[in-house]
Structure formats: C-alpha cells, structure tokens
C-alpha cells in the first residue's frame, strides 16, 4: 500500500495528493478485506476474458510483455476516464466482450464510450468461452497467478495490477476464483465509421447513458483477418 501511494503521488502537493492518497487506500483496502459477495455472471466472464487476453494474446507479441500493464485500464481507469477501451495503445485499442457457451451470440455494449473510437484504431475482441472441468481449461486465480508470476520482477507493474484487478478478485466467490473456464475461438472486429455503434458523434446531446445489443450477423463484414501482432 505505501509504495502504491507513493508511486502515484510523487508529483503531487497538497490537497491533490491528500485526495489522491485517500483514493488509493480507499482502492486497496478491498485487498486487505475481501468481500467475496461474488460477481455477477457478466462482470465474472469479463474478468476472465479480459485477463485471458492479457496473458495469452498481448504478453506473446510485445517486446517488453510486462507494459501490457500498462495499456490494460482495468475498472477503475474506466470509472476514471482515463480511457475508453479495455487495453488502449498509442495508436490502437481493443475493447474486450467475452461470451459464454450457451449464451446469445450478440454482443451486449454497456455504455456509450465502449465503442466511441479516440484512437487511430479500434477493435472490438469477442472470445468465446466453455465451462469446463478437464485439465485443458483455465480458472480466473490460476490466470491472475500466471501474470503476478510474469511480472514479479517489476514492482512498479506488479503493484499496478494488483490495484486494476483486484477490484473484482476481492469481489469474487471462492466459486469463481476456481472454476475452470477454457478459450474456444475469438472474434476480431474493425471498428471503423460504418460500424454500426453508437458514439459522441451520432448520439443526440443530452444522452448521458446508453445500453445496447449489436447483432452478430449485421457485422460480418467488419471481421479482420489480422492477427493480434499485426
């Protein structure tokens, strides 16, 4: 916790940083105490399929695996508008919506940024997951465990990833931490203008907050071939 709260106001004075510190410890001390309440189905299929795609889709292809960190904003950077997308580069970002077998194939966007594009490119990822009790799957702590063991050497995004996820990990029931769930395919979208979304250029002023569902078939044609490197 003190170096969390040191490292993010080491630039700060005065009431900016008392500010900042009490959100910090306000931040942390899920960690310290758990509330284990469980997560609801969506936020549970999404922190697993967020963290699966930091781990076995991004880690892969950078140079330097452990600034994924970075780019991922996690629920608070959201909360914050620090950024709109899931994991927002220089130049590019990827929005992550993750489906469960058996459920419906048309993806659900929960407000009006997921798919408003401030970058140079934007891409909508939908993975497809199974429940699963065979060795070939993989449960939410046993991917969280993975990535604290990846970036062990390096506190500072160690102590950043910690602080993005264990929003919903505290959150989480002992249920959720060990199901297994395993990756069956995904799905890569352009997100381009004639994508049909709704964003701050086509919703009418005074829309404070929106909820939608985008027909699967509708976008077919905005599927890419490219590959998470390129």
């Given at each position: 916790l003190?170096k969390s709260?040191?490292?993010d106001?080491c630039?700060l004075?005065g009431?900016?940083l ?6 910090i410890?306000?931040?942390w001390?899920?960690f ?13 299929v ?6 699966y ?9 950078l140079?330097n695996?452990v600034?994924?960190i970075?780019y ?12 709109k997308?899931?994991f ?17 194939k048309?993806?659900?966007i929960?407000?009006?940024?997921q ?23 993989i449960?939410l ?18 102590i ?9 990990m505290?959150k ?6 060990k ?10 979208y352009l ?7 709704l ?6 002023e005074g829309?404070?907050?929106?909820k939608y569902?985008?027909s ?10 490219k590959?998470i490197?390129?």
């Amino acid at each position: 916790l003190a170096k969390s709260v040191a490292k993010d106001t080491c630039d700060l004075d005065g009431k900016v940083l008392l500010e900042k510190s009490v959100n910090i410890i306000n931040d942390w001390s899920s960690f310290f105490k758990p509330e284990r309440k469980g997560l609801t189905h969506e936020e549970y299929v999404g922190i697993w399929g967020e963290l699966y795609f930091l781990k076995f889709k991004l880690m892969p292809e950078l140079d330097n695996p452990v600034k994924v960190i970075d780019y991922w904003i996690g629920p608070s950077g959201k909360k914050e508008n620090r950024a709109k997308q899931d994991f927002t580069f220089d130049n590019l970002a990827f929005e992550i919506k993750t489906t469960m077998s058996g459920s419906s194939k048309d993806i659900k966007i929960s407000s009006k940024d997921q798919l408003d594009k401030i970058t140079e490119e934007l891409y909508l990822v939908n993975i497809f997951i199974n429940q699963t009790e065979s060795e070939s799957g993989i449960s939410l702590q046993e991917i969280y465990d993975i990535i604290i063991r990846k970036i062990s050497s390096s506190e500072g995004f160690k102590i950043d990833f910690v602080k993005k996820a264990n929003q919903f990990m505290s959150k989480a029931s002992d249920k959720q931490l060990k199901q297994k769930l395993q990756y069956m395919d995904s799905i890569i979208y352009l997100v381009d203008d004639n994508f049909p979304a709704l964003n701050h250029k086509n919703i009418p002023e005074g829309i404070i907050e929106t909820k939608y569902i985008i027909s699967s078939t509708s976008i077919r044609s905005f599927i890419t071939k490219k590959t998470i490197k390129e």
